[in-house]
């Protein structure tokens, strides 16, 4: 029997990625005996934190761990449970949660996954160094900036790096659990506990619910006045060379400070812009693809379509299947 440690953070927690962990693998160690595949549970499991006292979440619930730290010697599969809040104060928190990370990946080879912003501790370990690694679209930014050395890929709900692993924002968590159930039990468990659960298997995309609403958390004053003129003028036919030349900087120094301050080359930063009013018109106008393209400064269809799929994951069309409110009420 293998065991599993779904870790407990001190400070604030997303309830629903313990519960939910918790749950799913009951439901699979349960269906694998069912169906004959196994005679007892797959996982052992354990709810860990650093102290054997409870933890509050959402100022209404508390969990208790069932052993501390100190107390699992030998573990298979980590889960590091979401976090909230301030995660720099999270992170001062957890480092004898971190330590033992770190430890159990040298002494066990344990395979680690984080779940949501939990990827900030996992990636205080130093384990994701050189290696991939994604989490919740609104800290994407946060990340790069404080990470340089670890691939971010703010596209996936899943991610998966020689027995490291990390999930998506929010209720991603889900899929990977389910990821997980297929790795360590099977396909036909996994379907079944996605059935059972009401997962939407397979979903592998995080792109199409980003909310892009600019990065300004900078000192750079110019390029936040640039920033607020793409945003009011993103409807006419900007350049790179246009706004370095308005702004009086060299283009040089105009994309080197640019992307030090948003993360974003100017370029990308005038697409993101126009694909994120474009998402707001299909989600609430009646407006057609050619009309929405044309508000927002595109002529070529073909390349209006590539661009938007490139930063949502979805065709237009698609897009405005999903989310327009009449179309999904209808």
Known sequence: MKHLSILIPEGHLILDTIVGTLNLFKMANSYSKKIGKTQTDVFAIDLVGIANQSVTCHQFFEVRPTKTLAEVKQTDLIIISSIVGNLEKALVKNKPLIDWIRLRRIENEAAIVSLCRSAFILAETGLLNGKACTTHWE????????????????????????????????????????????????????????????????RINQNQFVIFSGQKDHNDQTIKEVQEYIEEHFAEKLSVEGLAKQFAVSIRSFIRRFKKATQNTPF??????????????????????????????????????????????????????????EIALS
Not at 165 to 192: P, V
Request: net charge positive; with cysteine.
């Open 139 to 202: 800290v994407h930014d946060q990340f790069e900036s404080k990470y340089s050395k670890i691939q971010l890929h703010p596209e996936k709900i899943i991610s998966e790096d020689n027995g490291i692993y990390s999930s998506g924002g929010a209720y991603s968590f889900l899929n990977m659990i389910i990821y997980l159930i297929e790795k360590y039990y099977g396909r036909e468990t996994a379907i079944w506990c996605s059935k059972m659960a009401e997962i939407d298997f397979d």
């Open 268 to 325: 990308e930063y005038i697409q993101r812009v126009k694909v994120e009013v474009a998402k707001k018109s299909f989600e609430s106008s009646p407006l057609n693809i050619n009309q929405v393209m044309y508000n927002v400064g595109y002529n070529d269809e073909k390349s209006f379509r590539k661009i938007f799929k490139k930063y949502t994951g979805l065709s237009p069309l698609e897009y405005r299947r999903k989310f327009n409110r």
